[in-house]
């Protein structure tokens, strides 16, 4: 089978930290030249320095912010007049945590902007190098929320099962090019989004931490939290020459938690 990557590039959004940096990293790791993407230039050095680059690869980063689809449009377009890519990964930090009743429009509006609107600005702008390459993949980090929502993300559930419908139609206008477009759905994964979401939960019913969180393990058949690189090992097959016949799929990594095939 075929994991190389080397001399594709791949941009790598949300990838200062968590599931995106490790996305970042086992790209690296494959051979592609990598341009990370996130708000902070500090945390985005930090993590391009930790990235492979024992054959030959020259990695880079884009200072954007995903609450102003405008200005991310003009800065994508910028950078591909001189760079294209064969590879998106798609990934932003989710919805505040809260039930569907109490979300204002506000919310939905920010969701809608940050995740769906900044992924077809990226996917669109970039197809065309894909299709000069003759070779390209979309790969999107959602949630396994797309199969069975989940408890108290309401913002969150809505969002990402219309993401999730936005990569299944894309996927069916693209696979003629080659082009793949794949959903990777992480479970319970250790970032500061899940710290986030039980720290949440605890203060909202009044519940310790470490109670939300064997609540949370006991769902999972695993018993454990997922690691960053066990979700982004998903986006690094999606990615692969192997993966070529893969394409509008929702792929769950979640130790077994969701409840639907």
């Not at 230039?41 to 690869?57: K, Y």
């Not at 793949?180 to 479970?187: A, D, K, M, Q």
């Amino acid at each position: 089978m075929n994991y190389s990557l080397k001399g594709m590039h791949a941009l790598v959004c949300g990838s200062s930290k968590g599931i995106g940096k490790a996305s970042a990293i086992t790209l690296a790791a494959m051979g592609a030249h990598v341009t990370l993407s996130a708000r902070n230039e500090a945390t985005l050095v930090d993590a391009m320095n930790q990235l492979d680059t024992s054959v030959g690869q020259q990695h880079a980063f884009l200072i954007a912010d995903f609450s102003k689809p405008v200005e991310l449009k003009e800065i994508i377009r910028y950078r591909l007049k001189t760079q294209s890519f064969q590879i998106l990964v798609n990934n932003t930090g989710g919805p505040a945590a809260g039930t569907i009743t109490d979300a204002n429009e506000e919310q939905f509006i920010s969701a809608f902007q940050n995740h769906l609107l900044c992924n077809h600005i990226l996917a669109t702008n970039l197809i065309d190098g894909m299709k000069a390459a003759s070779y390209g993949r979309i790969i999107n980090i959602i949630s396994t929320s797309v199969k069975v929502p989940l408890r108290g993300l309401g913002v969150s559930n809505t969002i990402r099962a219309a993401v999730a419908s936005w990569a299944k139609t894309l996927s069916n206008e693209l696979a003629v090019h080659g082009i793949t477009v794949n959903n990777v759905l992480p479970g319970a994964t250790a970032t500061e989004r899940l710290s986030e979401i039980i720290r949440h939960k605890a203060l909202r019913t009044h519940t310790e931490q470490a109670h939300i969180e064997r609540e949370m393990l006991d769902e999972i058949p695993m018993n454990r939290f997922a690691n960053p690189m066990e979700v982004a090992a998903a986006v690094g097959f999606l990615a692969s020459p192997s993966a070529s016949y893969i394409t509008g799929i929702n792929i769950p990594v979640d130790g077994g938690r969701t409840g639907c095939l």
